[in-house]
């Protein structure tokens, strides 16, 4: 069993930052990837951005490339998302998970575990 839990939401300013981190704890094995989703009200999950288990692969949503970097440790091990140049519409709940696959997948119902989430707002 893997326990994820999510801290670094808050409410910025359209053109902020914010840094999200997931600690992940319990029994890991093998390979496997960890992603960001996020859902905003009324809305379906939506893939944000996700890295391999080695840290060479990592793959993002259109709507964030050049602005998030996502980056993991695994020695600890944790997955952390820099969000830069934040705009209103990345406003919603930020939630991380976890993948037993070598591959970087985007949908998340292929993802085996997930945290509880963050809030994340940005004004205008």
């Known amino acids: 069993q893997v326990r994820l839990v999510e801290s670094g939401g808050g409410l910025v300013q359209a053109g902020g930052s914010l840094r999200l981190s997931c600690a992940a704890s319990?029994?890991?094995?093998?390979?496997?990837?960890m992603g960001w989703f996020r859902q905003a009200p009324g809305k379906e999950r939506e893939f944000v951005a996700a890295i391999n288990w080695s840290g060479g692969s990592t793959f993002y949503a259109d709507s964030v490339k050049g602005r998030f970097t996502i980056s993991s440790d695994n020695a600890k091990p944790t997955v952390s998302l820099q969000m830069k140049s934040l705009k209103p519409e990345d406003t919603g709940v930020y939630l991380c998970?976890?993948?037993?696959?070598?591959?970087?997948?985007?949908?998340?119902?292929?993802?085996?575990?997930w945290g509880q989430g963050t809030q994340v707002t940005v004004s205008s």
């Open positions: 319990g029994r890991t094995y093998g390979y496997y990837a």
């Open positions: 998970a976890l993948d037993y696959a070598k591959e970087v997948r985007t949908t998340p119902d292929v993802y085996d575990y």
